[in-house]
């Protein structure tokens, strides 16, 4: 995200675009990857800057129930007092009071708190600050924590069933989220956490100070210095479901190749599917394998199991080609049913690969990648 936002406020200070231009054409770019990724958009948009006042009105609230205080125009959380309520700061992280004061670091604003631990709702605007909004405790702006309890309590409810975010957030970004939703409600605001592990690029953490990045239209459309070709939205989704969520994934050029010759033999089974003829007898057990398919996803989204499932099929495919197993009328039927429905509806992924002259088109794209790399190699960048 900062990357992202970082090459585009860049452009558009070169485009010279007015702030609200900004806003909407980020929003645009936004929804042009989403729809290019097969993404369902979001149904609300919200934004930290629309809803001040529901955050005022949560530091307020904080601060009469005894959990916050005033220091020097700034409000914090004050974690002893959370704790001695009964509640425990730390419960999503496992981790106990003492160990986080133990390992406070000397950061900004210490000497305003009565806790080191203790996090800001609210930062006192220095003369210099830009973002700054009237408050009854000065001029400020929000802290880091409190604009998603405020915006997922308006718009989900006190409770919700599952929150999303990398493993980084998990402390102490989704730990304060936690802790200001139970103070104002008394109840769990959430049911399921879903932490996403971190995604390497080519064995390297991603970084904007070192290059080592590429932005999700880049690899769409092959311009970058770091994967060999383009590559399409679909065999991208693929590639990233072949890893668990909650597991390091390496994006590399070889690994998305090998995941495009995986996807385009999916897809030439799906796609060979509707011609298969019903036997009088099944070879293969088909509701057993509807049951490890439904089995695999209710295990925390396991998809990596779900997809050596799907090859199951792809293995039985290729056999009715050879004339070596059949299904009835009822279990194709249902076999076809299931199989798209989970590649499709649960996966996501898309056919890119469904007319008879798709072997043509491959062979150009592949001769058209040639030139192209050849021609980079040539620094010819005109014709590349």
């Known amino acids: 995200g900062d990357v992202a936002n970082d090459r585009f406020v860049k452009q558009s200070k070169l ?27 979001p149904t609300i948009e919200p934004t930290a800057t629309g ?38 700061y730390g419960e999503l992280s496992n981790r106990n009071i003492d160990e986080l004061f133990a390992n406070t670091r000397d950061l900004d604003g210490q000497n305003e708190k009565k806790n080191p631990q203790d996090f800001a709702l609210w930062k006192n605007a220095s003369p210099a600050h830009i973002m700054r909004w009237n408050s009854p405790w000065g001029e400020g702006f929000p802290g ?44 769990t605001p959430v049911n399921y956490w879903m932490h996403t592990n971190m995604l390497l690029l080519n064995g390297q953490k991603m970084a904007k100070s070192t290059g080592n990045f590429i932005l999700p239209n880049e690899i769409l459309s092959g311009e970058n ?58 070879t293969f057990n088909v509701q057993s394998w509807k049951n490890e398919c439904y089995s695999a996803m209710n295990d925390d989204f396991n998809t990596p199991i779900l997809i050596s499932h799907l090859f199951e ?35 996501g992924l898309m056919n890119e690969n469904t007319q008879d002259n798709s072997g043509k088109i491959s062979g150009v794209v592949e001769l058209l990648i040639k030139l192209r790399k050849e021609a980079r190699e040539n620094k010819d960048w005109a014709l590349s």
């Open 313 to 347: 099929v792809v293995k039985v495919i290729n056999q009715i080609k050879e004339q070596k197993a059949s299904l009835t009328e009822v279990d194709l039927s249902e076999l076809k049913t299931t199989m798209k429905a989970f590649v499709f509806d649960v996966l």
């Open 51 to 88: 809803h001040i006042i529901e955050q005022i009105e949560l530091i307020e609230k904080l601060i009469q129930v005894g959990v916050a205080y005033e220091s020097k125009g700034s409000v914090y959380f004050d974690v002893f007092a959370y704790n001695e309520k009964g509640l425990n």
């Open 225 to 282: 210095d770091i994967l060999p070709k383009p590559f399409s939205a679909s065999v991208v989704r693929f590639f990233n479901m072949q890893a668990n969520y909650r597991s390091i994934l390496d994006f590399s050029g070889e690994a998305l190749e090998a995941s495009e010759k995986g996807h385009a033999k999916l897809m030439e089974a799906i796609n060979f599917l509707d011609k298969i003829e019903a036997g009088n007898a099944s």
């Open 15 to 41: 485009e010279k675009l007015e702030p609200m231009d900004i806003v909407q054409k980020y929003t645009v770019d936004f929804h042009k990857v989403l729809d290019n990724f097969n993404f369902l958009p």
């Open 144 to 187: 880091w924590h409190l604009e998603c309890t405020a915006m997922s309590t308006k718009y989900l409810g006190e409770t919700f069933d599952i929150h999303g975010g990398g493993m980084d957030l998990k402390f102490p970004h989704h730990e304060c989220e936690i802790a200001q939703s139970k103070t104002c409600s008394g109840v």
